[in-house]
């Protein structure tokens, strides 16, 4: 049996093909099953392997399609692009361009894949990823593990030739996360080299300077440099053989002074046009008093429930640092309908998540796009887009 093989059938045991081959769907009855059944079997798995298993699962379409059928009231724009929900996939899960068919059948409006770095490294010796059960939290130090730029650019270029044969409205948005070699002597040359790569890939591009697992990525948040690198990647995309022009985000830490924002929100401002988003966070070097996972020691990015507050926090900084004129996407501990409404009105356009999806499987993106659309129709809103920084207001 063929390593495909053995993956495949370990993937339908665990759950992911199994509730597709037994005619299961996603709707509120089977919320349930997954929390009870599918996802407890995934964590006797190590978590690294299980996710390999979820990224194959989603890749050969072994999920479940989402029943949930988005209202127009989730419909909203951004970055001049349209998205049918306003929640996503956080880059992380699908490292490696394989999964972005599967995540949007399971109910996300949209999927980031990355990071990807311009020549393949496979990352941070191994054990690199630890559950925090109890703190619904996960700590990794992956390290940019990365299949490189050419076999993300066959993926990528596969994945937008079946999308052109859909209707408009069918085809998802992807966003191409792009990152930096260990080894390189350019950092920003590891950036222009993937926005001229895969930048006409991708229904925007995200510049990540904000892993904690890479020496000396965070230093590129600083004012100067982050307006040098912003200044060549600009260029380079604004080279690009296509049209549109896929828009420039930036992702950042959560460990950052009130200078550090001022500095990065003065960098993004001052390029207003240039770069059209903030993704605000990635995972934290920090450790708050409350966790009790075994593994809360390890070195490494947490994510998850304990990353929440800090994250909406920053997403409220920015917004304001930025006077509501950049589309932020809020990241960080989103694992219902409440939380992502929570980081839509301190001001973000967009919401991603990863952990929680860890932890609660293909029913969540539906679960909280039909919360959020209850929470939105209780307080008057008619769209998503209006309730973007309500509490600033």
């Not at 059938?9 to 299961?24: D, H, K, M, P, S």
């Not at 419909?75 to 349209?82: F, N």
């Not at 904690?212 to 004012?223: D, I, Y």
């Not at 006077?323 to 356009?349: F, M, P, Q």
Request: glycine content about 10%.
């Amino acid at each position: 049996m063929s390593l495909k093989d053995k993956l495949k059938g370990a993937a339908i045991i665990l759950g992911g093909g199994a509730v597709c081959f037994t005619g299961i769907n996603i709707a509120n009855g089977n919320e349930k099953f997954y929390h009870d059944f599918v996802m407890p079997a995934f964590r006797w798995v190590d978590p690294e392997r299980a996710h390999v298993l979820a990224v194959k699962a989603a890749a050969w379409g072994l999920v479940p399609r989402s029943k949930y059928k988005d209202s127009s009231i989730l419909h909203c724009k951004a970055m001049g692009l349209e998205f049918t929900n306003p929640i996503g996939m956080a880059a992380g899960f699908d490292k490696h361009a394989e999964a972005m068919n599967g995540l949007l059948k399971m109910g996300f409006g949209f999927v980031e894949v990355g990071s990807v770095t311009p020549e393949p490294q496979e990352g941070n010796p191994k054990p690199r990823v630890f559950r925090l059960t109890e703190d619904k939290a996960i700590i990794n130090r992956y390290g940019f593990n990365s299949v490189g730029h050419d076999l993300a650019y066959q993926r990528l270029k596969e994945r937008q030739e079946q999308a052109a044969h859909l209707p408009e409205n069918q085809r998802g948005i992807i966003g191409v996360n792009l990152g930096k070699n260990k080894t390189s002597p350019s950092a920003v040359q590891d950036y222009v080299n993937g926005v001229k790569k895969l930048g006409c890939l991708g229904d925007y591009l995200v510049i990540n300077v904000s892993s904690p697992n890479t020496h000396g990525l965070r230093a590129m948040q600083g004012r100067q440099q982050l307006a040098e690198l912003v200044d060549q990647v600009v260029a380079m995309r604004d080279l690009l053989p296509c049209t549109p022009k896929p828009p420039v985000l930036v992702k950042i830490a959560p460990d950052l002074t009130q200078a550090d924002k001022e500095d990065i929100a003065a960098v993004v401002m001052a390029k207003k046009g240039a770069v059209e988003g903030i993704i605000v966070t990635n995972t934290t070097i920090t450790r708050p008093d409350s966790l009790v996972g075994k593994h809360k020691g390890e070195t490494g990015g947490l994510s998850g429930a304990p990353l929440k507050n800090m994250s909406t926090a920053a997403v409220r900084d920015m917004y304001r640092l930025t006077n509501g004129k950049v589309t932020i996407v809020g990241v960080g501990g989103v694992s219902s309908g409440l939380d992502a409404y929570e980081k839509i009105r301190a001001g973000a356009s967009l919401v991603q998540l990863y952990t929680a999806f860890a932890y609660e499987g293909p029913p969540l993106p539906s679960k909280i796009n039909r919360e959020l659309e209850e929470l939105l129709r209780k307080d008057g809103f008619k769209s998503v887009s209006d309730a973007v920084g309500a509490d600033n207001r």
